[in-house]
């Protein structure tokens, strides 16, 4: 039985910057990604506020780039493997896996957070037949084709915008009557003759037979229904942490994310948390980043002095 002094599961920029200062540290980490290196921030059609970027660039760019910087410190990757609890007896954490068990004397957990579902009927149904959760991944697929983007941050206008370039029309529905997007984006999003924003509205129901059809839209000003022919949807209306296979282990707050401290410490010793999968007040790339640093710092110091205590 290998016992490791860190694992990190994830690898989105929290885990991959956590790999770096471990490795630093001469912590042999070992990263653990259930799919590829880059988490959701891969996916991002265009990043312009990380710093020393001045032009921006693409989430798979950026990320990368980060992959790279791990690899030049001998960062270990297990990709494709799926952690599916933790637990941990007499000091030891070990992580029940789809291919084996791992142990480890320390842990970090950057498993990010994944898009959140709006749960009304023909969403599930229609997932991969029109509906959709990435504007990166399946932009291209609805080139002249009319669709709706469902949410009103950063994200949906974003990825609204990412996606006017490829389709005929684009609809925005938003259950407010502003936008909670920043400035800059909504004054993007609403001077684009491609984009029509339906205030106070809410998405009921994706219809169609084999692919999207239409869908039935509410207005809760109005209290009216309507149904509009489209072609595909794109969800953007929040993200779910991925925090459940330490559910046993750690406080969460009631939207799951993990309760953690200034320096990632969770109420487990021993085991961090860093990244969107935590409670944290900003989710950005640079705020992930920190974090990793900021885990594999305290990781560092437990193993040294807290440990052997």
């Known amino acids: 039985m290998k016992i490791r002094d ?3 599961i994830g690898a989105g920029p929290a885990g991959m910057s956590a790999g770096i200062y471990a490795a630093r540290s001469a912590l042999s980490p070992l990263i653990i990604e259930s799919q590829m290196p880059g988490g959701q921030v891969a996916l991002t059609d265009f990043i312009e506020n990380y710093p020393a970027f001045p032009n921006g660039m693409s989430g798979q760019e950026l990320t990368k780039l980060m992959e790279e910087q791990c690899n030049n410190f001998n960062v270990e990757f297990m990709n494709f493997i799926q952690v599916d609890f933790v637990e941990k007896e007499n000091k030891i ?4 896996t789809n291919q084996g068990d791992f142990f480890a004397k320390t842990v970090i957990v950057a498993t990010g957070a994944s898009p959140a579902e709006l749960g009304i009927p023909g969403e599930r149904e229609f ?3 029109g509906v959709s ?3 990166t991944c399946d932009g291209p697929l609805f080139k002249d084709k009319d669709i709706l983007v469902v949410g009103g941050g950063d994200s949906a206008v974003q990825e609204a915008i990412y996606l006017s370039k490829f389709v005929s029309s684009l609809k ?3 259950r407010r009557d502003k936008l909670r997007a920043r400035k800059m984006l909504q004054e993007k999003a609403i001077k684009n003759p491609k984009i029509d924003i339906l205030w106070n509205s809410n998405l009921l129901e994706i219809k169609g037979k084999d692919l999207v059809e239409r869908v ?3 207005n809760n000003k109005t209290n009216q229904k309507r149904e509009i022919r489209i072609d595909g949807v794109f969800m953007y209306v929040g993200f779910k942490p ?3 296979l330490v559910r046993n282990l750690v406080e969460m707050d009631k939207l799951g994310r993990i309760i953690t401290d200034h320096k990632m410490r969770t109420s487990t010793t021993g085991l961090f948390a860093a990244g969107d999968v935590r409670n944290t007040p900003l989710r950005q790339v640079v705020t992930a980043v920190s974090d990793g640093a900021i885990a594999a710092i305290s ?3 437990y193993l040294e002095y807290e440990l052997k205590q």
């Not at 954490?93 to 029940?96: A, C, N």
Request: proline share 0%.
């Open 127 to 129: 997932k991969g037949r």
């Open 172 to 174: 925005i529905v938003h």
């Open 242 to 244: 991925s925090s459940s």
């Open 299 to 301: 990781a560092e110091e």
């Open 6 to 8: 860190l694992i990190i």
């Open 133 to 135: 959760y990435c504007a």
């Open 93 to 96: 954490f070990k992580l029940k």
């Open 216 to 218: 039935v839209i509410f």
